[in-house]
């Protein structure tokens, strides 16, 4: 069975940085997917984070947070990592690994696969 654990929110001051790391199993060796991110805080609408494809390492940022945060992955451990830098308030949410067989689906649908979520709250 596929399973997504998260690691690495916490409570952070405005401007600083956490690092995200998702543990990705289940999946077979030749099974190419998108892994990535998406959040959900109170009030507001799923938003997709990030995402990348474990097959050519193509990315994908939300406008909200380009420049300031790097997804990348380790293919050999099955773990993707999201650097998140310049945190903001507005950055305060749950985020969640999620996992589809493309990208495309990861951002524009509901994932397949998702993991418990870990809260990230930047403090002003």
């Known amino acids: 069975d596929v399973r997504l654990v998260e690691s690495g929110g916490g409570l952070v001051q405005a401007g600083g940085s956490l690092r995200l790391s998702c543990a990705a199993s289940?999946?077979?060796?030749?099974?190419?997917?998108?892994i990535g991110w998406f959040r959900q805080a109170p009030g507001k609408e799923r938003e997709a984070v990030s995402c990348?494809?474990?097959?050519?390492?193509?990315?994908y940022y939300a406008d909200s947070v380009k420049g300031r945060f790097t997804i990348s992955i380790d293919n050999a451990k099955n773990t993707a990592t999201l650097q998140m830098n310049s945190l903001k308030p507005e950055d305060t949410a749950a985020y969640y690994c999620a996992a589809d067989p493309t990208c495309t689906m990861v951002v524009k649908t509901l994932p397949l696969w998702w993991g418990w979520g870990t809260q990230v709250t930047v403090s002003s």
């Open positions: 990348i494809s474990t097959g050519n390492h193509s990315t």
């Open positions: 289940g999946f077979t060796s030749d099974d190419n997917y998108g």
